[in-house]
């Protein structure tokens, strides 16, 4: 299955600078709508940057006029089932991330891989899978 995400009358990137992040997840699904396990894979559409801004990691964004492929590589192997493709805006991304950073445990989430993840590859969310982050004001502080 293919899904195409093209920006059209959009004079800039899609989406705009680092703090929006769109999600495209495509899934099979049965005669009852339920994902099937194993099934889905999610790409990243947006800009990821060091939360301290010193440097860019990714930057998977459409640029104006332009237009994403997605191929999802799964076979519809038996009756019944169906492909089913989502578009998901996570609009402040970047700032759930930075102020989660600020917060008084000084821990931040996992960033989601800007690459192709799929079910069977994902690291579950764990706390080991997080990240320490470090203001200058705590660097200039530590003994």
Known sequence: MTLTIASVSVGHHFPTY????VVVRGELVDRAGRPVPGSA??????????LDLSRQIADTRIPAGGRARFVFRRRLDRAGL???GTV?????ESYAGFFQCCSPS???PARPSFGRRSESRA???SSSSSATCHSPESERNRP
């Open 123 to 125: 690291a579950p969310p």
């Open 106 to 108: 000084g821990r931040a």
């Open 82 to 84: 169906r492909f089913r």
């Open 18 to 21: 680092v703090t929006p992040l």
């Open 41 to 50: 894979e999610e790409r990243m559409i947006g800009r990821q940057v060091a």
């Open 88 to 92: 998901t805006v996570r609009p402040d």
